[in-house]
């Protein structure tokens, strides 16, 4: 057997595909590597335990328990949890349909907004508020895996419930909380995430990169390396593969024209780096893809 990295076989995907919902609340298991990854729908995700910054789109949050994060599965993201803490988080992924009919007009105008933004949202929870919120994510799990009669109708109600509580406090918090201005080293890597997801179907070499940026090149590597956990180079092939397997998945372009849209010199060169991150060939993943759509 070999491993797949197919965005069509996430856990996630096929759950939004079946149900229109995941849950997973008080997640404790460890990955090697996080990988930078899309997904359908919409995510809720909930901070419980450890050190972690988290990259979506542009943006780098510097996490603490507590922190809730709100954003769309399409922007590309990764969570980059210190190795020398437990990491404990929550999550919820749903798709838009699966609670659009729940609410007035109106009241899911407005809850969707909290998704509006194309680097996420943050929220923060203070110690006194967290077991409740914990209970939403618990209690919406356990039904969402026990599969009792009406569990359909208690997970949307239970995710509406959430939502608006969310919504709530994300209203109050705008008016009593001041901006926090990021660190130096973050405005850094938001500025060079900023280029790099411009650029990086071009060839741009590292060094050009800091010239355009007006920074060292010894600076620019470490501080993206310490921030996100990943090099510029290995991020940039990350983001190409992860547009590629959308292109498999979504065009009719063959393989040969999408390695040259993504910036590759050949399709050999395309093939074996795809092959690389993901585990199987480019012409591997689209058949399998094709198999999914038929089936």
């Not at 990854?37 to 780098?60: C, M, P, S, W």
């Amino acid at each position: 057997m070999f491993l797949i990295s197919l965005m069509i076989h996430t856990p996630t995907n096929i759950a939004l595909e079946n149900n229109r919902i995941y849950v997973r609340a008080q997640a404790e298991d460890w990955q090697y590597q996080w990988p930078l990854h899309t997904h359908r729908g919409l995510e809720v995700y909930y901070f419980i335990h450890g050190q972690a910054n988290y990259i979506i789109g542009d943006k780098i949050y510097e996490l603490l328990p507590g922190d809730m994060l709100l954003f769309r599965g399409d922007v590309i993201h990764r969570v980059n949890p210190s190795n020398e803490m437990k990491y404990i988080r929550s999550y919820i992924n749903f798709t838009v349909s699966f609670i659009e009919k729940e609410l007035p007009n109106e009241m899911f105008d407005k809850i969707m907004e909290m998704f509006d933004n194309p680097s996420g949202f943050r929220i923060h929870w203070l110690p006194e508020e967290r077991d409740e919120i914990s209970r939403y994510f618990a209690t919406l799990e356990n039904e969402n895996n026990k599969e009792s009669i009406g569990y359909s109708y208690m997970l949307k109600s239970l995710l509406v419930q959430l939502l608006i509580h969310v919504y709530r406090k994300s209203k109050y918090l705008m008016e009593i909380t001041p901006s926090v201005k990021p660190s130096s080293s973050q405005l850094t890597v938001q500025r060079i995430l900023q280029y790099v997801n411009q650029m990086y179907r071009s060839n741009e070499s590292l060094d050009d990169m800091a010239i355009q940026l007006h920074l060292s090149k010894y600076y620019m590597c470490h501080c993206f390396k310490e921030v996100t956990g990943y090099t510029i180079n290995n991020y940039i092939m990350r983001k190409r593969i992860d547009e590629a397997k959308s292109l498999l998945f979504e065009s009719d372009d063959t393989i040969s024209e999408i390695g040259e849209q993504l910036g590759f010199n050949s399709t050999i060169h395309f093939s074996r780096t795809f092959k690389q991150y993901a585990g199987i060939s480019p012409q591997f993943f689209r058949k399998n893809t094709e198999q999914q759509k038929r089936g």
